[in-house]
């Protein structure tokens, strides 16, 4: 990776792949465990041994902020079950080298999580793998550009929301019953949640149901001493670009810091809320977003 990638003005290329798109495929290699310095280069994470002994399931931890996470979270001593889609074996693959290679274990699990009995099956395997969950990060996530609400099909509407919330409900309901005080849940929203992208009309509202979703559980569970909390990332370059979004989106795609977001960038807010640093936040999201204002 060139320094320019951490640079103010930092642009992607322009690339398509079909969805769910391919880490290993991407035109420009993301960053997963790199953090910008101010001269705008990069260096390697400094763990602190933050999460040491702790175990997370993660969705969608193939690649992009998933993959980002579970290398955070092993470089800060936690082992990691993660659950992605059978089609993106080969990044998962991957993503289970980055986390040993930094000490920990890696658990993989190829499932569709549209299904709840798929989402019991993961919970009570990462139980069965790491003998608790202390961490949830539901991650998994599906996008697909339509313009007018006229062109957006009943058929994608349902399939965003299946994907999107449906499993966040389903993992949280069946993780939580074994989850002791010090545990915490956290979801992947958006900052589209709050800017209500047009052309993103099925995915921004999921996103919206994620930060109610996170406001309610917490309300349930915070005063037990379980925390949940979001993130709302803005523009992150993951393999969901290319595989989502049509060449103006792509060559729109930044933030007022000058330019998208690494997964680095947003693991580390995760890696936050899942630590003890956090102990006192709990109902609230993080606006990851690359300067962007928002109305919380």
């Known amino acids: ?15 398509h792949q079909d969805f769910p798109g391919k880490e290993h495929k991407l035109p420009l290699e993301a960053q997963y465990d790199t953090l910008p310095t101010d001269e705008g280069g990069y260096q390697k994470y400094r763990a602190a041994g933050k999460l040491e ?15 980002a996470t579970a290398i955070l979270f092993a470089m800060e001593g936690a082992d ?5 889609l059978p089609e993106e074996e080969k990044d998962a693959q991957e993503t289970k080298r980055l986390v040993e290679s930094n000490g920990r274990k890696c658990y993989l699990h190829a499932t569709d999580l549209t299904s709840k009995d798929n989402c019991k099956k993961v919970v ?19 996008q697909m550009m339509v313009n007018d609400i006229k062109d957006l099909s009943e058929d994608q509407w349902i399939h965003t929301f299946n994907t999107n919330i449906h499993p966040y409900f389903y993992l949280a309901k069946y993780v ?3 989850m002791k005080p010090g545990d915490t849940i956290i979801n992947n929203a958006s900052i589209n949640a709050y800017i209500g992208r047009p052309d993103l009309l099925d ?12 406001r309610g559980l917490s309300n349930q569970f915070c005063s037990k001493g379980i925390r949940v ?23 729109s795609f930044t933030s007022p810091i ?11 807010c995760v890696v936050f809320l899942a630590a003890k640093d956090s102990s006192s936040i709990s109902g609230q999201t993080i606006h990851c977003n690359g300067g962007t204002i928002v109305n919380g």
């Open 80 to 84: 990691s079950f993660i659950a992605y």
């Open 124 to 142: 009570d395997e990462a139980v069965q793998a790491m003998g608790r969950v202390n961490i949830l990060f539901n991650n998994a996530a599906y």
């Open 176 to 178: 939580l019953p074994q």
């Open 203 to 214: 995915y921004t509202s999921t996103k919206g149901a994620i930060i109610s979703f996170t």
């Open 229 to 251: 909390n979001a993130i709302a990332p803005g523009p992150v370059w993951t393999p969901l670009i290319p595989s989502t979004m049509n060449d103006e989106a792509q060559k």
């Open 258 to 268: 000058g330019r998208p977001s690494q997964p680095s960038e947003i693991a580390t």
């Open 1 to 15: 990776m060139s320094d320019s990638q951490f640079k103010e003005g930092h642009t992607i290329p322009v690339t």
């Open 53 to 67: 002994g702790k175990k997370a399931l993660i969705t969608g931890g193939d690649s992009g902020i998933g993959r």
